[in-house]
C-alpha cells in the first residue's frame, strides 16, 4: 500500500485544532495539524483565496471523480467541523488507497468517538509510513497508558522528523524522568514556534542562572510592620529596584529571550516572567506592558505586580483596580496588597475583610497582617491568634512578632521558642531579640552569639552591641569594623562610639599659629556630627567643644544649645561658660541652674562663685553644698573650701 498526499489533509487538520483547542481530544488533532511548516503557507493561501464553502464544494466536485487528495480532504474538512459522521467515510475511503494524512485523521476521529484502541490501530499504520503526527499521537497514546518505553519509541521518531509537538511531548516524558536529554528536545520544539517548549525553555535556564546562594536580608527593625508582599511568578517578595542594573548575560539573556519568544505568541505565563525581568533590571515602562499584556489573558500574579507598579509610580487608584480584579480571581498576593493599602487610609474594616480574604487564599502574610492589625488596635488575643495562625504556617516575623507578644506580657519562656525558630528561619530581628533576651538574663555569651548573628546579616542595633562588647573587651579593631557597619545604617549612638574611638587616636594639637590655614574636619569630627544631627546629646557637645576649640563660637553656641534644651547637663553647663566669656552672665547662670539642678557639679560650683561675687553668702553656701553632694571629687573640694571661707565671711 502507498501512502501520499497528507499534506492538504493535515492543513485542514491544523485549522479543525483552532477552533476545538478546548477538547482534550482536540490536542491530538492540533499534534496532527501542526507537523509540516508546508501545510501552514497553504493553510493561508487558502484563507486567503477562498472560503470554506467554495473550498468544500470544490472538494466534492472533485470527490465525486475519484480525486483521492480531495476525498482526504473533504474528510478532514468535515472532521474539523465536528461532523464525524460525514467525515469518517470519505476518511476511510481515502485510507483504503493508502493516503496517510486520512489515516491519521482517522485515528484523530476514532479517538474522538471514544474508540482510543482502534484509533492507535490506524495512527501506527501511518506512523510507520512515516506520519510525524501519526507518530506524536500515538506516542501520547501510550504514554497515557503508561508505556513509557513505547511512548518514548513513537515520540522520539515524531520528534527526529522535526515535529514540534512531538518534540516537547518527548521532553516532557524525559524531563519527567528526570533525564538530562529533555532540554535538547524543548530547545527543539521552541526553535520550532512551540511557546509552551519556549517557555519551559526559559524557566529551565533562569532557574540555572539563579541557583547561585544570596546572603539574608536585613529587615532594620526590632518589631515586625505591615506586609503586602512584592513579586510574581514565584519569585523572592521585594522592592523596587534603585536603579537599572546590568544587562543580562550568558544563560539569563538566554531565558529572556525564550520569555519573549513565548510571550509574542500570547503565552501569559512567560510574559509574567518577562515583566518580572525587565522589572528586576529597571526597565520598568516595558515591563509594565508585559504585565498588563499577561493581565488581560487572565493571569492574576500579572495584575497584582502591574498594581505593585502603578502603585510605585503614584498611580494608587490604578494599582487598586488591577488588585481588584487579581483578588478576585483568588490571588492572595493582591488581596493582601487592597489590605495594607486600605489600612494605610485608615480603613480598618476594610483592611480586615482583605487581609481574611488573602489567608483564605492561603497567602500566609495575610495571617501575619491581621495579627499587626488587631495588635495596633489592642485586640491582643485576636492578635496572638493570627500570629500563630501564620507562625505555624513558617511565616518567620509572625514567629517573631509572636514572641515579642509573649515578653511583653511577661512569659519569657513561652517567647523563647519562637524567638529560636524565627532566627533559625532567617529572621534577623528574632536573633536580635534573642540577645536581648539573653542579655537580660546576664547571660552575656549566649547574648553575643546572637548578636553577632544578627549583625552578620547586616542588623544595625546588632552591630552596635557587638561593638560596644568589642570595646569593653578591649578589641579596638573589631569594635571599629562592627561600629562602622552600626552608623553606616543610621545607629546614632554607633556614630558617636566610633567618632570616640577615632578622636581618641588623634595626637594632641600642637600650638596655633598666626595664619595658619584652617584645617580639613577630621573623619572623626565627622562621625559626631553625623550622630549630632540625628539629635545625639553627648555628640551635639561634643562637636560644640571642636567648633569651640577652632574658634568657631557661633557653631560651639548652636550645638550646646541644641544639646541643652534637649535635656544634656554638660551641653547647659558649656553653653554657660560660652556666655559667660561674652559676658552674657545672666543667661549662663540660667543653664548654670539647669544643669546643677539635673545632677551637674562643676554647674553648681560656678554658681555658688557667682553667688560669691554677688556678695549672696548664704545662697553661695547653699550652691556649694550642691557642688558637694554631686562631686566630682575635685569639684567636692573646692566647694568645700569655698563653703568654709563663705562660712567665715558671714560669722566675722
Same mark, same amino acid.
Given at each position: 500500500?502507498?501512502?501520499?498526499?497528507?499534506?492538504?489533509?493535515?492543513?485542514?487538520?491544523?485549522?479543525?485544532?483552532?477552533?476545538?483547542?478546548?477538547? %482534550?481530544?482536540?490536542?491530538?488533532?492540533?499534534?496532527?495539524?501542526?507537523?509540516?511548516?508546508?501545510?501552514?503557507?497553504?493553510?493561508?493561501?487558502?484563507?486567503?483565496?477562498?472560503?470554506?464553502?467554495?473550498?468544500?464544494?470544490?472538494?466534492?466536485?472533485?470527490?465525486?471523480?475519484?480525486? &483521492?487528495?480531495?476525498?482526504?480532504?473533504?474528510?478532514?474538512?468535515?472532521?474539523?467541523?465536528?461532523?464525524?459522521?460525514? +467525515?469518517?467515510?470519505?476518511?476511510?475511503?481515502?485510507? %483504503?488507497?493508502?493516503?496517510?494524512?486520512?489515516?491519521?485523521?482517522?485515528?484523530?476521529?476514532?479517538?474522538?468517538?471514544?474508540?482510543?484502541?482502534?484509533?492507535?490501530? =490506524? =495512527?501506527?499504520?501511518?506512523?510507520?509510513?512515516? /506520519?510525524?503526527?501519526?507518530?506524536?499521537?500515538?506516542?501520547?497514546?501510550?504514554?497515557?497508558?503508561?508505556?513509557?518505553?513505547?511512548?518514548?519509541?513513537?515520540?522520539?521518531?515524531?520528534?527526529?522528523?522535526?515535529?514540534?509537538?512531538?518534540?516537547?511531548?518527548?521532553?516532557? !516524558?524525559?524531563?519527567?524522568?528526570?533525564?538530562?536529554?529533555?532540554?535538547?528536545?524543548?530547545? +527543539?520544539?521552541?526553535?520550532?514556534?512551540?511557546?509552551?517548549?519556549?517557555?519551559?525553555? $526559559?524557566?529551565?535556564?533562569?532557574?540555572?542562572?539563579?541557583?547561585?546562594?544570596?546572603?539574608?536580608?536585613?529587615?532594620?527593625?526590632?518589631?515586625?510592620?505591615?506586609?503586602?508582599?512584592?513579586?510574581?511568578?514565584?519569585?523572592?517578595?521585594?522592592? $523596587?529596584?534603585?536603579?537599572?542594573?546590568?544587562?543580562?548575560?550568558?544563560?539569563?539573556?538566554?531565558?529572556?529571550?525564550?520569555?519573549?519568544?513565548?510571550?509574542?505568541?500570547?503565552?501569559?505565563?512567560?510574559?509574567?516572567?518577562?515583566?518580572?525581568?525587565?522589572?528586576?533590571?529597571?526597565?520598568?515602562?516595558?515591563?509594565?506592558?508585559?504585565?498588563?499584556?499577561?493581565?488581560?489573558?487572565?493571569?492574576?500574579?500579572?495584575?497584582?505586580?502591574?498594581?505593585?507598579? &502603578?502603585?510605585?509610580?503614584?498611580?494608587?487608584?490604578?494599582?487598586?483596580?488591577?488588585?481588584?480584579?487579581?483578588?478576585?480571581?483568588?490571588?492572595?498576593?493582591?488581596?493582601?496588597?487592597?489590605?495594607?493599602?486600605?489600612?494605610?487610609?485608615?480603613?480598618?474594616?476594610?483592611?480586615?475583610?482583605?487581609?481574611?480574604?488573602?489567608?483564605?487564599?492561603?497567602?500566609?502574610?495575610?495571617?501575619?497582617?491581621?495579627?499587626?492589625?488587631?495588635?495596633?488596635?489592642?485586640?491582643?488575643?485576636?492578635?496572638?491568634? =493570627?500570629?500563630?495562625?501564620?507562625?505555624?504556617?513558617?511565616?518567620?516575623?509572625?514567629?517573631?512578632?509572636?514572641?515579642?507578644?509573649?515578653?511583653?506580657?511577661?512569659?519569657?519562656?513561652?517567647?523563647?521558642?519562637?524567638?529560636?525558630?524565627?532566627?533559625?528561619?532567617?529572621?534577623?530581628?528574632?536573633?536580635?531579640?534573642?540577645?536581648?533576651?539573653?542579655?537580660?538574663?546576664?547571660?552575656?555569651?549566649?547574648?553575643?552569639?546572637?548578636?553577632?548573628?544578627?549583625?552578620?546579616?547586616?542588623?544595625?542595633?546588632?552591630? &552596635?552591641?557587638?561593638?560596644?562588647?568589642?570595646?569593653?573587651?578591649?578589641?579596638?579593631?573589631?569594635?571599629?569594623?562592627?561600629?562602622?557597619?552600626?552608623?553606616?545604617?543610621?545607629?546614632?549612638? $554607633?556614630?558617636?562610639?566610633?567618632? /570616640?574611638?577615632?578622636?581618641?587616636?588623634?595626637?594632641?594639637?600642637?600650638?596655633?599659629?598666626?595664619?595658619?590655614?584652617? *584645617?580639613?574636619?577630621?573623619?572623626? *569630627?565627622?562621625?559626631?556630627?553625623?550622630?549630632?544631627?540625628?539629635?545625639?546629646?553627648?555628640?551635639?557637645?561634643?562637636?560644640?567643644?571642636? $567648633?569651640?576649640?577652632?574658634?568657631?563660637?557661633?557653631?560651639?553656641?548652636?550645638?550646646?544649645?541644641?544639646? +541643652?534644651?534637649?535635656?544634656?547637663?554638660?551641653?547647659?553647663?558649656?553653653?554657660?561658660?560660652?556666655?559667660?566669656?561674652?559676658?552674657?552672665?545672666?543667661?549662663?547662670? !540660667?543653664? =548654670?541652674?539647669?544643669?546643677?539642678?539635673?545632677?551637674?557639679?562643676?554647674?553648681?560650683?560656678? &554658681?555658688?562663685?557667682?553667688?560669691?561675687?554677688?556678695?549672696?553668702?548664704?545662697?553661695?553656701?547653699?550652691?556649694?553644698?550642691?557642688?558637694?553632694?554631686?562631686?566630682?571629687?575635685?569639684? %567636692?573640694?573646692?566647694?568645700?573650701?569655698? /563653703?568654709?571661707?563663705?562660712?567665715?565671711?558671714?560669722?566675722?
Amino acid at each position: 500500500m502507498v501512502f501520499m498526499g497528507d499534506r492538504a489533509t493535515l492543513l485542514e487538520t491544523g485549522r479543525f485544532v483552532q477552533r476545538h483547542a478546548r477538547n %482534550a481530544a482536540d490536542e491530538i488533532i492540533e499534534a496532527a495539524g501542526a507537523a509540516d511548516p508546508v501545510l501552514g503557507t497553504t493553510a493561508v493561501a487558502d484563507a486567503d483565496t477562498e472560503n470554506e464553502t467554495e473550498t468544500e464544494a470544490r472538494h466534492r466536485r472533485a470527490a465525486e471523480r475519484g480525486d &483521492l487528495a480531495s476525498i482526504s480532504a473533504l474528510g478532514a474538512m468535515l472532521l474539523r467541523r465536528g461532523d464525524l459522521d460525514g +467525515a469518517e467515510p470519505y476518511l476511510r475511503a481515502a485510507t %483504503a488507497e493508502g493516503d496517510r494524512a486520512a489515516a491519521n485523521n482517522l485515528g484523530v476521529l476514532l479517538h474522538q468517538r471514544g474508540y482510543a484502541d482502534e484509533a492507535a490501530g =490506524w =495512527w501506527r499504520v501511518a506512523a510507520v509510513a512515516g /506520519s510525524a503526527p501519526a507518530a506524536h499521537a500515538l506516542g501520547r497514546h501510550h504514554r497515557e497508558r503508561g508505556d513509557e518505553p513505547a511512548a518514548e519509541y513513537w515520540l522520539r521518531q515524531a520528534a527526529e522528523q522535526g515535529h514540534a509537538l512531538g518534540a516537547y511531548a518527548l521532553a516532557d !516524558l524525559l524531563e519527567h524522568r528526570g533525564d538530562v536529554g529533555a532540554e535538547r528536545w524543548l530547545r +527543539a520544539a521552541a526553535e520550532q514556534g512551540h511557546r509552551e517548549a519556549a517557555y519551559r525553555l $526559559a524557566m529551565a535556564l533562569e532557574r540555572r542562572a539563579t541557583e547561585t546562594p544570596r546572603g539574608p536580608h536585613a529587615t532594620g527593625t526590632r518589631l515586625p510592620v505591615p506586609e503586602a508582599v512584592r513579586g510574581a511568578a514565584g519569585a523572592a517578595p521585594g522592592v $523596587a529596584p534603585d536603579g537599572p542594573a546590568a544587562e543580562p548575560v550568558g544563560e539569563l539573556a538566554e531565558a529572556e529571550q525564550w520569555f519573549r519568544q513565548a510571550a509574542a505568541r500570547g503565552h501569559r505565563r512567560a510574559a509574567l516572567h518577562l515583566g518580572v525581568l525587565l522589572e528586576q533590571r529597571g526597565e520598568l515602562k516595558e515591563a509594565g506592558r508585559w504585565y498588563l499584556s499577561s493581565a488581560k489573558e487572565g493571569e492574576a500574579r500579572a495584575a497584582c505586580a502591574l498594581g505593585f507598579l &502603578l502603585r510605585d509610580a503614584g498611580d494608587e487608584e490604578s494599582a487598586a483596580v488591577w488588585w481588584l480584579r487579581a483578588a478576585q480571581d483568588g490571588d492572595g498576593n493582591a488581596a493582601n496588597a487592597l489590605g495594607a493599602l486600605h489600612a494605610a487610609r485608615g480603613e480598618q474594616q476594610t483592611a480586615e475583610r482583605w487581609y481574611r480574604a488573602a489567608t483564605d487564599a492561603g497567602d500566609v502574610n495575610g495571617a501575619y497582617n491581621l495579627g499587626l492589625l488587631c495588635a495596633a488596635q489592642d485586640r491582643i488575643p485576636q492578635a496572638e491568634q =493570627w500570629y500563630r495562625r501564620a507562625a505555624y504556617a513558617g511565616h518567620r516575623e509572625a514567629a517573631n512578632a509572636l514572641a515579642v507578644l509573649l515578653l511583653q506580657a511577661g512569659d519569657a519562656n513561652g517567647a523563647e521558642p519562637w524567638f529560636s525558630k524565627a532566627a533559625e528561619a532567617g529572621s534577623v530581628d528574632a536573633a536580635f531579640n534573642l540577645g536581648i533576651l539573653h542579655a537580660g538574663r546576664d547571660d552575656d555569651r549566649t547574648a553575643l552569639v546572637w548578636y553577632e548573628r544578627a549583625a552578620a546579616a547586616g542588623h544595625t542595633e546588632a552591630a &552596635l552591641q557587638v561593638g560596644i562588647a568589642a570595646l569593653r573587651d578591649g578589641d579596638e579593631l573589631t569594635a571599629e569594623r562592627h561600629l562602622r557597619c552600626a552608623a553606616g545604617g543610621g545607629s546614632a549612638e $554607633a556614630a558617636f562610639r566610633l567618632a /570616640s574611638v577615632l578622636d581618641a587616636r588623634r595626637p594632641e594639637p600642637g600650638p596655633a599659629v598666626l595664619g595658619a590655614s584652617r *584645617e580639613e574636619k577630621s573623619e572623626c *569630627e565627622e562621625w559626631y556630627e553625623r550622630a549630632a544631627r540625628q539629635g545625639h546629646r553627648r555628640a551635639q557637645v561634643r562637636v560644640g567643644m571642636l $567648633a569651640a576649640a577652632r574658634g568657631d563660637l557661633a557653631e560651639a553656641d548652636r550645638w550646646y544649645r541644641e544639646a +541643652a534644651e534637649a535635656g544634656s547637663r554638660n551641653g547647659a553647663f558649656n553653653l554657660g561658660l560660652l556666655l559667660a566669656r561674652e559676658g552674657s552672665e545672666r543667661e549662663a547662670s !540660667l543653664w =548654670w541652674t539647669r544643669a546643677a539642678r539635673a545632677g551637674h557639679g562643676r554647674a553648681a560650683l560656678r &554658681l555658688a562663685l557667682l553667688a560669691a561675687r554677688r556678695g549672696e553668702l548664704t545662697e553661695g553656701r547653699r550652691w556649694c553644698a550642691r557642688a558637694v553632694e554631686l562631686g566630682p571629687a575635685e569639684v %567636692a573640694e573646692r566647694a568645700a573650701r569655698l /563653703s568654709e571661707a563663705l562660712h567665715q565671711e558671714l560669722t566675722a
